[in-house]
């Protein structure tokens, strides 16, 4: 008979120190299991910045041609999905690596630079999956403040160190929803040593209105050493199929595609990938969404003279200025789920996607009454 509880203890001892320290990520619930438990018909999901509109119409149509091909492994080249992206962004196929979801290609990017005696830059808050591939590595990170819900360039580049490898930015940034500048871009590349890799996160490059905004592959092209990250969960509405990319420099591509695994983009997910790149109305319809609900929200929170900070993504960092679990379960009870700010860094403040005119309205209505 094995003894379960000597047995226990022997395989906790051989976990690595940083699995240990890790924290499990807490998923928000699905829309489904807040409606049983809390008794309501109607739930609004403002939480995870999806797209409202839902997929493609062609995304809908490629997936149910390309079921009956599933019995068989992927492409693990993503050949075509490479070209049609080489096509769009004017960059050759060995610049790109397609990824399961950008965060499978942060955790690609974490597994072929860092090791536990390296450091990377962040900044405090920013998006949680850069401190997890970093700790799951064992890398001691520098964290940076956030300066008025910037990130704050010149204080990052100040925080390399001869150990520093990978510095981890986002434009625009999550959870504050703001941008940095082409001139602060460039001012922040031309400090940076050349053994330094910059991550730049673009998730949700797409719905960026702003003209001073940088397109991180044009440094690329110029020879620094930066990796852009895009997605497709976020403008083109597939997170549930889990697709990202990131271009880089050639060497530094082929560096990734050593670690990350074999077929690490199913079938279904490349095909959707190019069927979505090709509905431009889609994308469009959706940019339309977000200006349109953007602008309803900041008439609204300015009505009733609640705080937020303008944003350039899909979602927007509310200042609600009392504590932010609270306000969630409140929120909740109205049949509006949004993300509390205090595990973002934020322990005052809520990030609510722009949803649909209702959704954006059922938020607003449980927001007044949680207000009262
Ligand atoms: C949503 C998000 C991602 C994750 O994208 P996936 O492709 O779904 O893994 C990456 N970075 C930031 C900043 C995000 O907000």
């Known amino acids: 008979m094995l003894n379960v509880k000597r047995g226990l203890k022997s395989w906790k001892r051989i976990v ?4 240990h320290n890790i924290k499990p990520y807490i998923p928000g619930k699905p829309i489904k299991e807040v409606k049983e438990e809390l008794g309501l018909a109607e739930v609004y999901k403002l939480a995870s910045n999806e797209n409202p509109l839902g997929v493609s119409p062609r995304v809908k149509e490629v997936l149910t041609r390309e079921t009956v091909n599933i019995n068989r492994y992927p492409d693990g080249a993503s050949r075509s999905l490479k070209r049609s992206l080489s096509d769009k962004l004017g960059v050759k196929e060995d610049m790109i690596a397609i990824g399961n979801g950008s965060d499978g290609l942060l955790k ?4 072929a630079f860092l090791d536990n005696n390296s450091q990377a830059v962040i900044s405090y808050p920013s998006f949680v999956e850069y401190k997890f591939v970093s700790q799951l590595m064992g890398t001691q990170l520098i964290r940076v403040w956030m300066k008025n819900y910037h990130q704050n360039l010149e204080a990052l580049a100040r925080g390399v160190t001869s150990k520093t490898k990978l510095i981890f930015l986002t434009n625009p940034h999550n959870p504050a929803g703001t941008i940095f500048r082409k001139d602060e871009l460039e001012q ?3 400090q940076i040593p050349d053994d330094v890799i910059v991550v730049l996160d673009e998730a949700y490059h797409e719905f960026v209105q702003d003209e001073s905004y940088p397109d991180g592959i044009e440094y690329v092209k110029q020879g620094y050493p930066v990796i852009v990250l895009r997605t497709f969960s976020k403008a083109y509405g597939l997170a549930g199929l889990r697709l990202g990319y990131a271009i880089s420099a050639p060497d530094i591509i ?3 595609m050593k670690v990350r695994d074999p077929f690490n983009v199913n079938h279904l997910a490349e095909k959707a990938g190019q069927a979505a790149l090709e509905d431009k109305d889609f994308l469009e319809a959706t940019i339309r969404n977000n200006e349109q609900g953007k602008e309803y929200l900041y008439t609204e929170l300015d009505k009733i003279g609640v705080g937020y900070v303008p944003t350039q993504a899909n979602f927007v960092l ?3 200025g009392v504590d932010s679990i609270k306000m969630f379960k409140e929120l909740l009870k109205h049949g509006v789920i949004v993300r509390p700010g205090k595990p973002l860094g934020y322990p005052h403040h809520l990030r609510v996607s722009i949803g649909l005119p209702e959704e954006n309205e059922a ?4 927001l007044k ?3 009262e």
Not at 108 to 111: D, N, P, Q
């Open 363 to 366: 938020f607003i209505r449980g």
């Open 318 to 320: 509310i200042r609600t």
């Open 369 to 371: 009454l949680t207000l």
């Open 108 to 111: 690609v990017i974490a597994e």
């Open 16 to 19: 690595r120190d940083e699995v």
């Open 254 to 256: 082929e560096t990734l």
């Open 188 to 190: 922040f590349l031309s």
